[in-house]
Every structure is written in structure tokens, then in C-alpha cells.
């Protein structure tokens, strides 16, 4: 049996549940890159190490292997690193004894609570429509989000992390004692408020699978007050969440409109994100368009898209299909797609072959493994670091038996050394992203005046993260001052580079900014009939501006 203190144990799963907190958003709505969750996951994971008092560790042979193969497709592959934190934390989940089992899940309720409370402060305005500081590290996404972010890049992810949750909490009260029945209660009925009141579609339909089996077996044991019990809550928790969607968006119109709304065109965008990231996949087909490519290729492929439906609406950038396996396509080609699929029903199969193994005690853990794998699917949640985290922990509780059948013993020390210099690069790149991005922000409220401020631009734009927004800013500021027009057109050959980096709408309006003062007119009206076809949701300022230029004209007023 592993000896480790339980202090040591709550403090090691504290760090890793509340590691979404020390990824910040530093710049809405640029987040940083996933560098802070893994590295604030491996430091628990080295605390963890340092109390055990065994100097051998069953390494899990496949699952170290499903993962340092798969998880480069899903987030990009100049985050190996981060796949080696997943398969350090699925190895974590495997070392954990079987008592401390409810101490995770407890601990998990506790830290997504926290997160739930953070993100609520800020989405109600207590804030100032703000986001929640922290001696300058944003500990949330600002308040005018429809949907409550907390400390992620999508409420998505914040809804499917609390039905994970609501999972825990109805296995404890399926098992609980008739005296603590109804405290569990009360847990299930605070998080299926916010799984309502969150407005994410998906993370609905993952709950009402849940909910399925969960009436499922109450019937099967005959436990008809707990039926009666638990759909009354959930009738309740509709109602709550209803009520605090609308008082803090009156505009939504409350979860049935919402539910209209999908039937109409709520997934109107979405089905036009997946026909473009379809034709970014056809661009590249076998190979796909290179790791972390698809914001350099999305507008393209969606001006493609729109072509044979003409009055549907297009989106912004976006660097995510929001469909792993569109996404795997796009970016990987066939390819990728193949090896990720193969590896992962690989995986599948063998914990199909032990489920009836599974105790009692690792059936939260297996709901949480469904939920994420089945919403991950059709939305980003698999290619967000803490469902990653998430995913490899509760599967290593899952997948135990694996652990004594397909594990080969390592010495501790040596993988205590090797995670450490793992741990030290994700910090260090932590450290250079989140200066790059602080500087950034000085930098876009400094006065044109300043005279460093094109010093600090031309340090920052090495930076390839950084580079497309460092153009585009810089133009929308040159476009206001007088005699600068014509550096405008100058700088034509870097607005083409960054959007090569990152296609956005706006230095998309540039470029065709850049030609028109140069009398470029035949290069500038492709340009704008480009944007034209992007049809996209906010009212074009332009138009006229577009239709003139083809016309042979030069546009009058010109807004950026």
C-alpha cells in the first residue's frame, strides 16, 4: 500500500483541481497557451512523489503511449511536454490507494465549487463587469460573456467540468446513508443550477444521458422517493437556473428560448464552422494543414463554405473546429485522424474488457471519463488543457487493472528527475508567454506619442503569437493619423504575413485598406468581395465601400 500522508494528498489534488486558476486570461480575449495547467499539475504530482515511501512505480505501458501519441493532435505539436504531464497525472490517478478514492472525488466537488463561486462573482457584475484580479493575473474571463466562463476560454468548458461534478454527486447520494441523503441533495441541486443557468447545450445533453441512467437504476432498485426526490430537483434547478441566466441576460430570453434557438439557427454557425473545417481538410488532405494552422486557413476555407449557401452567416477567426475529429482532419489530415482513432478505440476496447472489474468506488470516475469523451466530440472540451487533465486522472482511476497487466516497474527517482525538467520547461515557457502577453497589453495602451512604443513592437512581433495582432493594431492606430496613409500601403507585405499566422476579419479590412491607397483597385475588390462572402453576423460598415472599387472606383469613406 502506498504511504503517503493525506495531507500531502489533498494538497496534491488541490494544485491539480485548481489549476485552471493559474492560466489566466491576461488580455481578453487572448488566452495564455497551456503551459500553467500542466505545470501546476506536475507540481502536485512531484509533491505527491516526494511523500511516497516505494522506490518503484508501475508505469502504465499503453496509456503513457495513447497519450504521448494522441494528445499532439488534439492541442499541437510544440506541446509534447504536455503530453507527458497527461501521462504523468494518469500514472498519479493509478498510485492513488483505493481509500483516498472519495478524498479525489470530494476534493474535485470542493475545487470546481470554488471555480463556480469565482465565476459567478464576476458574471453578476459584483466585479464591475470586470474580470477578478488577482495582484494582475486574471483569474476569470470579464463579465459581458453570455455565458458564465470562469476561468476558461468557453463556458463550454466550465459546464462540462460541473456536470462532472453533478456526476460525483449523485453517485455519493445514491450511496449515501438516509441521514445524509438530503445534504447530497442540496450538492446535486447547487450544481445542476449552474448546468442550466451555463446555457451550453452540450453539456445539457450530457447531463440528461446522465440523468437517463440514473432513473434507470433508481427504478431498478425500486427506489421510488429518490425518483420522485431527485425530479424534483431537477424541476427546481430548471427553474433556478432559468431565473439567473435571465437576470444577468435579459436578452437570452431564458434556457426554452435557448432550446428554440438550437432548433432554428442556434447551430447555424456551428454547422457552418464544420463545412469549413472541411475545406480547410481538402486543402491538405493527407497530411492536413500543420499543427496549430487552423486559424491561418479558416476564413479561406469558410469564404469556400459560404459559396454554395450564400445567405448563411459566417463566424470570425477561430483557431478550433470545435469537433476533434474535424479538427484532427484539418490539422492532421488523414493521417493523424487514423492514428488518433486507432489509438484511441485501442484504449476503448480495453476498458470495455475490464468494466466488470470496476468497483463500486471508480464508477464516478467512469461517468466523468463518458462525459468528457462524448461532449469532447462535438465541442472543444478535449482540446482544452483542464478537461485534458481531468480526462487522464479519472481514466487512470478507471483503467487500474491495466496497471497490473500491462505496466513495466520504473525507479522513482528517475522519473521524479524527468518530470521535474519537464516541469521546469512548461514553467519557464508559462513565465515567456505570460511577459509577452503583459507586455502586449502596455504596449496597446500606450500613446501613439510614446516614443519606445515602436521599440517594444518590434521585440514583440518576433514573437509569432504575437505578430498578427501587433500589425493589425498598429495599422487601426496609423489609419487616424495624418500622412500615415501611405506607410499603410508600405506595410502591405506584413499584413499578408500575419495572415499567414492568423486570418483575421480585420486585416482582411486592412489589406484591402493597404491596396485602395496604393490604386491597386483590381486586387482590392477580390479582397472585398472575400469579405463579402464572410457574411458575417455584425453588420459590414462597408459594403459600399466593396461594391465601388469593383465598379473602378475609389471608395469614399473607409471604415476599419
Not at 59 to 70: E, K, Q, R
Not at 202 to 225: D, I, P, S, T
Not at 513 to 539: H, P, S
Request: a positive charge.
Amino acid at each position: 500500500m502506498i504511504q503517503n500522508t493525506r495531507f500531502t494528498t489533498r494538497i496534491s489534488l488541490f494544485a491539480l483541481f485548481l489549476s485552471p486558476l493559474f492560466a489566466p486570461y491576461l488580455i481578453n480575449p487572448n488566452v495564455v497557451p497551456p503551459y500553467s495547467v500542466p505545470a501546476i499539475s506536475l507540481a502536485g504530482l512531484i509533491l505527491f512523489l516526494l511523500a511516497e515511501k516505494k522506490y518503484d512505480l508501475p508505469a502504465p505501458l499503453v496509456a503513457i503511449f495513447f497519450f504521448l501519441l494522441s494528445t499532439p493532435f488534439l492541442i499541437g505539436s510544440d506541446l509534447l511536454l504536455f503530453s507527458f504531464a497527461l501521462a504523468a497525472i494518469y500514472l498519479y490517478a493509478s498510485l492513488l490507494p483505493h481509500h483516498e478514492l472519495k478524498t479525489v472525488y470530494k476534493t474535485f466537488m470542493v475545487s470546481v465549487a470554488i471555480i463556480i463561486s469565482l465565476a459567478l462573482y464576476v458574471w453578476v457584475g459584483l466585479n464591475g463587469s470586470e474580470a477578478l484580479h488577482f495582484y494582475g493575473w486574471a483569474l476569470t474571463t470579464d463579465a459581458i460573456q453570455n455565458k458564465m466562463n470562469g476561468p476558461f476560454a468557453n463556458g463550454n468548458v466550465l459546464a462540462i467540468v460541473i456536470v462532472c461534478a453533478w456526476s460525483i454527486a449523485v453517485w455519493f447520494w445514491l450511496n449515501c446513508s438516509s441521514r445524509s441523503q438530503w445534504g447530497w441533495l442540496l450538492i446535486i441541486l447547487f450544481f445542476w443550477i449552474f448546468i442550466f443557468s451555463s446555457m451550453a447545450r452540450g453539456a445539457w445533453l450530457a447531463q440528461m444521458f446522465l440523468l437517463a441512467w440514473v432513473m434507470f437504476e433508481l427504478l431498478r432498485r425500486k427506489c421510488f422517493k429518490k425518483t420522485v426526490a431527485i425530479l424534483i430537483a431537477g424541476f427546481i434547478a430548471w427553474s433556478a437556473g432559468d431565473a439567473l441566466a435571465q437576470f444577468n441576460q435579459p436578452q437570452i430570453g431564458g434556457i426554452q428560448h435557448q432550446f428554440e434557438k438550437s432548433a432554428e439557427d442556434g447551430l447555424a454557425e456551428r454547422v457552418t464552422l464544420w463545412r469549413s473545417a472541411w475545406e480547410v481538410w481538402k486543402s491538405s488532405p493527407m497530411l492536413g494543414v500543420g499543427p496549430s494552422q487552423f486559424k491561418a486557413h479558416y476564413l479561406t476555407a469558410q469564404s469556400k463554405a459560404l459559396e454554395s449557401t450564400p445567405d448563411a452567416h459566417g463566424i470570425g477567426d477561430t483557431a478550433s473546429a470545435h469537433h476533434i475529429l474535424l479538427h484532427l482532419m484539418a490539422e492532421y489530415g488523414i493521417a493523424g485522424f487514423l492514428l488518433w482513432v486507432a489509438l484511441s478505440l485501442f484504449i476503448l476496447r480495453l476498458l470495455w474488457l475490464y468494466r466488470f472489474k470496476l468497483d463500486a468506488l471508480r464508477w464516478p470516475a467512469l461517468a466523468s471519463v463518458v462525459v468528457l469523451w462524448i461532449q469532447g466530440h462535438f465541442n472543444i472540451s478535449l482540446t482544452e488543457p483542464f478537461p485534458l487533465t481531468l480526462f487522464a486522472l479519472m481514466l487512470g482511476i478507471v483503467s487500474k487493472p491495466l496497471i497490473q497487466t500491462h505496466s513495466f516497474q520504473i525507479k522513482k527517482t528517475w522519473f521524479l528527475a524527468v518530470t521535474f525538467i519537464v516541469f521546469a520547461f512548461l514553467v519557464s515557457g508559462a513565465i515567456q508567454t505570460t511577459a509577452a502577453w503583459h507586455k502586449f497589453g502596455q504596449w496597446v495602451h500606450m500613446d501613439y506619442k510614446a516614443p519606445q512604443k515602436g521599440a517594444i513592437a518590434s521585440v514583440l512581433a518576433n514573437n509569432d503569437q504575437l505578430f498578427p495582432y501587433i500589425v493589425e493594431f498598429s495599422i487601426a492606430e496609423m489609419v487616424h493619423l495624418p500622412g500615415k496613409q501611405r506607410q499603410i500601403a508600405e506595410m502591405r507585405p506584413l499584413i499578408l504575413r500575419a495572415l499567414s499566422l492568423h486570418e483575421r476579419p480585420r486585416l482582411y479590412r486592412e489589406l484591402f485598406y493597404a491596396y485602395i491607397v496604393d490604386d491597386k483597385l483590381v486586387e482590392a475588390c477580390k479582397t472585398g468581395m472575400f469579405i463579402r462572402r464572410q457574411n458575417w453576423i455584425t453588420d459590414e460598415p462597408n459594403r459600399k465601400a466593396y461594391a465601388d472599387v469593383c465598379r473602378g472606383k475609389t471608395p469614399e469613406a473607409f471604415q476599419l
